[in-house]
């Protein structure tokens, strides 16, 4: 019997999937179906070592087909990535 849920578990349990894992980052996916949109949250590497999160609307773009619309997190699931984050060892303090 388990005790403690992984946090790709726990965030499982709010709708996010994993669907992509390496070693420069991972991807999530959330179906919101009362608005209609994919939420998707990165969590990304970068050469500078200022790793980012970013979450945001999959199929949102302005009229030049450029940039995506942000999607706020809650306390709870920015938690959680910041946890997977320090997991796959990309969270940086800078």
């Given at each position: 019997m388990k005790i403690k849920k992984t946090v790709d578990e726990k965030l499982a349990d709010i709708g996010f999937v994993k669907v992509n894992e390496n070693k420069y980052g991972v991807d999530y996916e959330r179906k919101d179906g009362k608005f209609n949109y994919t939420q998707v949250v990165s969590i990304g590497?970068?050469?500078?070592?200022?790793?980012?999160?970013?979450?945001?609307?999959?199929?949102?773009k302005d009229e030049y087909g450029v940039g995506n619309t942000c999607v706020g997190l809650t306390g709870y699931e920015m938690k959680?990535?910041?946890?997977k984050m320090k997991q796959i060892g990309l969270y940086s303090k800078m």
């Open positions: 590497h970068k050469r500078s070592g200022r790793h980012i999160l970013q979450s945001y609307d999959k199929d949102m959680l990535f910041l946890k």
